[in-house]
């Protein structure tokens, strides 16, 4: 599968656009090699003529094939609203010196612009830290494409050391559910980690982007191996706090058992707070398989038809 691609080949594309394409149509092909070969990836161009619309944009080369009447789609004609939300602050920026989280929720984000540019849905971003810095309108232009794809790619090349290291999730999901006004699907990249706001206060801003009858799918981004199994050597290591800044030396297996223990309890409450509020949450493992993204997202879609 062409998605497979090694993590040299991410880390050193400098053509964002093109690297999604080839992460799309490699999950397209493998979707038909796999059990969800039945599953619809067409992305029709066209849709049927109704009676008594205007004859201007039916397509008579296609009726002469089919012997049935379709008109063009145009970009303003437009299936579904998405809007991607990624998480700019100080944690996503780890692991140090490979494929990152920050790095990895920019790759599956414009493979979902490809998936969605194919299908002639509108799409926007927003990116936030302790503010949200960045809010587009939902778009189907090409043109608008273009911009996110810029966006992104300078997402890419931003240093951890001029990203504010804390972070306040509740606050600016509160605050992008009144921007918000029409109902959209909303894709969340982030590992849910905050600084300035508690457990509490982001499960209120996930209602509240729920109670504006919003469709939402929560990726939380971590690396498997550190993040969630606590995998280092035992010698001395100095962490520190990505949000915070603080630091501790250690060595791992002093705190490893309860490490796990909080993380999972993290993980678990997360997981049922979605589930009561009828959001789908998928476990992204920082990798270079984003059939763990793209997957959720054709299931989710196709129930919104």
């Not at 490979?98 to 299908?119: D, E, G, T, W």
């Not at 790619?153 to 606050?171: M, Q, R």
């Not at 309890?265 to 049922?272: N, P, Q």
């Amino acid at each position: 599968m062409m998605e497979l691609l090694s993590e040299e080949t991410i880390l050193q594309s400098n053509n964002l656009e093109l690297l999604a394409t080839q992460i799309v149509e490699g999950f397209i092909t493998g979707l038909h090699k796999s059990p969800f070969h039945g599953f619809s990836v067409e992305f029709s161009e066209h849709r049927l003529y109704n009676t008594g619309e205007s004859t201007k944009h039916i397509d008579w080369k296609l009726f002469g094939r089919t012997d049935k009447l379709f008109v063009k789609r145009y970009e303003e004609e437009t299936n579904l609203r998405c809007h991607i939300v990624i998480d700019t602050s100080g944690s996503m920026f780890y692991p140090v010196n490979k494929l990152n989280k920050i790095k990895f929720s920019v790759y599956a984000a414009a493979s979902l612009i490809q998936m969605l540019r194919k299908q002639r849905d509108a799409r926007g971003l927003t990116l936030f830290n302790d503010k949200i810095d960045l809010h587009t309108e939902t778009k189907v232009s090409q043109s608008h494409i273009r911009y996110l794809f810029g966006q992104l790619d300078n997402l890419l090349k931003e240093n951890i050391s001029n990203i504010p290291k804390g972070s306040n999730i509740g606050l600016c999901l509160h605050e992008l559910a009144e921007r918000m006004h029409r109902r959209s699907l909303v894709i969340v990249f982030s590992d849910f980690y905050s600084t300035k706001d508690s457990k509490e206060e982001l499960y209120d801003a996930l209602k509240h982007l729920k109670y504006n009858k919003h469709e939402i799918i929560l990726f939380q981004v971590n690396d498997m191996d550190t993040e969630t199994n606590f995998l280092f050597d035992n010698r001395p290591y100095l962490f520190t706090d990505s949000e915070t800044g603080e630091k501790i030396k250690l060595f791992p297996s002093q705190v490893k058992e309860q490490y796990i223990l909080a993380i999972n309890e993290f993980k678990h409450d997360l997981k049922i707070k979605c589930a009561q509020f009828k959001m789908e949450y998928v476990e992204a493992n920082v990798g270079t398989n984003f059939s763990q993204i793209l997957l959720p997202f054709l299931i989710k879609r196709s129930k919104l038809k």
